[in-house]
């Protein structure tokens, strides 16, 4: 689904942001990529979805070569791609359905279409209740989990999420990275950038490990259960933490 | 494009317009103006080219003639004439027509002339016309060699200097329509660019969901060619006012001054505009667009 060759991404400005990083992520995985900040990061993420090219090396998405995608192809390949970021990035004047519903619209969806599969995918979020409320009336929780269904409303082959969690407290994290497993259970290959060291220890799934554009860690984890003895340690913390909450 | 979307982008294009209504309106002012400019530019010079025609048609050598020549010298004179370069008419007047005719632009001083008759003072010339103020100088120099020819004349000194101002006037009109065009296009790119920045949100977004370039430039491009077609409606009528007012004060003033009469110019002139000012707005926009859509 995903390979990298021997990628190197040196920015205009000179700095180098990723050195011979070589990965092959395949369909229905989930993979975390850690690292300090600087360490590449948000760039590999921006290097699947187009948004920049290696300097040099190679990047495939889907069996194609991105050095060598048309750029009129370029929004083609992003409709194969859910894309969440730290900052949300919804539309302040539109709801949440519209939102949503504004992916759908700009690939030519039918209205049909789209008032069927905007709700079911509310529904999936748990926002099914938010559907007309405008994002300063919605929590951080609540932006984020718009901004997944809004990248998930098109069934893409992969998600991308490059640190959904960064602005949101260790209860809210969580229920963000359960949705995004349970979008991997469905068979969507799913790549979360974080910091979150504790969530990636908890969840007992692959791991690139980043520093300073290099791929200093890829580690796979066996334990593919759904709710593994980390997660569960983890989740019984924030319960234990949170007491006071129901 | 489908139905559906031509309609969203139509949509979004009035509804932005509407949001930035006072941009909207100093934009399609300025796209009013200059292509007022522009139409009053364009009357002037269909009008001087009018104008320029009727000299030029009028420009002629004469030819005055020997006493002497019977009527198949002066058939023989014509043909050779005739087939110099640039000459397109040639026209045989006699002493007798010459008269008769100066008598009749006397007219009431004709009894100036009385008498004269039996000694007409006037020579049977040849009027010759050419095809144009180029060609005058070597018509009249060819056929002062010809022999029957006593005295070649063209008094046309000032017409052709009026052509001359005419042909300049043209070309500086010209370079003045282009930096208007030029100026119109800044206009109206910069008032798209402010929506297009009001707007950058959105745009990164459809980009990131797949959105294609077309997608994102139409409803900007259709703002663009709302403003302009606005701004060049305006320009038209109000330069359709003007002309008629124009054509009405010349024909009742300056009458020997020909003018081209208000239809079906107006008309030509008002789809021009509309095509003018609707392109400059769709060019102007899909500029300020481009930079946007950079990968
Ligand atoms: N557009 C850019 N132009 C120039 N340098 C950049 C650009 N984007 C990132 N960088 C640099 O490239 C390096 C890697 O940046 P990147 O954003 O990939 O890191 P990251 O791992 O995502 O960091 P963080 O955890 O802080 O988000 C950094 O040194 C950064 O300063
Ligand atoms: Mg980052």
Redesign the pocket.
């Known amino acids: 689904m995903l390979q990298f060759y021997d990628v190197c991404k040196t920015?205009?400005?000179g700095?180098?942001?990723l050195n011979k990083a070589s990965a092959t992520i395949s369909k229905g995985e989930f993979v975390f990529i850690v690292?300090?900040?600087?360490?590449?990061?948000?760039?590999?993420v921006?290097l699947i979805y187009r948004e920049e090219l290696p300097t040099s090396g190679y990047v495939f998405v889907n069996g194609a070569n991105l050095s060598r995608l048309k750029p009129r192809a370029i929004p083609y390949l992003r409709r194969n791609i859910g894309i969440v970021f730290q900052d949300y990035k919804l539309l302040p004047r539109q709801t949440t359905h519209e939102n949503v519903a504004f992916a759908m619209r700009v690939i030519g969806a039918t209205p049909r279409d789209i008032a069927r599969r905007v709700p079911a995918t509310l529904d999936l979020v748990g926002l099914s209740d938010k559907a007309d409320a405008y994002p300063d009336e919605l929590s951080g929780g609540e932006q984020q989990r718009a901004a997944l269904a809004r990248a998930i409303v098109n069934r893409p082959l992969i998600v991308l999420a490059?640190?959904p969690t960064g602005n949101l407290d260790p209860v809210t994290s969580w229920g963000i990275v359960q949705l995004l497993l349970e979008i991997n259970r469905g068979g969507t290959t799913v790549v979360m950038?974080t910091?979150a060291k504790t969530i990636v220890d908890s969840v007992r799934r692959r791991v690139i490990a980043?520093d300073r554009?290099c791929i200093v860690r890829d580690k796979q984890r066996s334990d593919y259960g759904d709710l593994g003895g980390g997660e569960r340690a983890w989740a019984q913390g924030l319960s234990a933490s949170s007491s006071g909450k129901p | 494009m489908g139905a559906r979307s031509f309609s969203l982008f139509l949509r979004e294009a009035l509804t932005s317009i509407r949001r930035n209504g006072l941009m909207s309106l100093a934009s399609a002012t300025t796209v009013a103006v200059s292509l007022f400019i522009l139409a009053v530019f364009l009357l002037t010079a269909v009008n001087v080219d009018n104008l320029a025609s009727t000299i030029e048609s009028g420009l002629e050598v004469r030819l005055y003639l020997a006493a002497d020549l019977d009527s198949t010298a002066v058939d023989g004179l014509k043909a050779q004439v005739a087939s110099l370069d640039g000459v397109t008419e040639v026209r045989y007047v006699s002493k007798a027509e010459a008269l008769a005719t100066l008598r009749q632009q006397l007219g009431q001083d004709s009894d100036l002339l009385e008498g004269i008759d039996q000694m007409n003072p006037l020579r049977d010339s040849l009027r010759v016309f050419t095809k144009g103020s180029a060609w005058v100088d070597a018509v009249a120099a060819g056929a002062a060699t010809l022999i029957g020819v006593e005295d070649v004349g063209y008094t046309h000194d000032l017409a052709q200097r009026i052509l001359r101002v005419i042909t300049a006037i043209r070309l500086g009109g010209l370079a003045l329509i282009g930096l208007m065009v030029l100026a119109t296009l800044f206009v109206v790119s910069n008032t798209v660019r402010l929506t297009i920045i009001a707007r950058s949100e959105e745009i990164t977004v459809m980009r990131f969901v797949g959105a294609t370039n077309w997608f994102i430039r139409w409803p900007f491009l259709f703002e663009g060619m709302f403003l302009g077609l606005l701004g060049a409606a305006a320009a038209g009528l109000a330069a359709w006012q003007v002309y008629i007012w124009a054509v009405s004060g010349i024909y009742t003033n300056v009458s020997f001054i020909p003018v081209v009469p208000v239809y079906p110019l107006a008309w030509r002139l008002g789809f021009s505009l509309l095509g003018v000012g609707g392109l400059i707005g769709a060019l102007g926009s899909v500029l300020s667009v481009r930079r946007f859509l950079r990968v």
Do not use: C, F, I, M
């Open positions: 920015y205009p400005n700095t180098v942001a690292g300090p900040s600087g360490a590449g990061k948000s760039t590999l921006r490059d640190e950038a910091h980043l554009g």
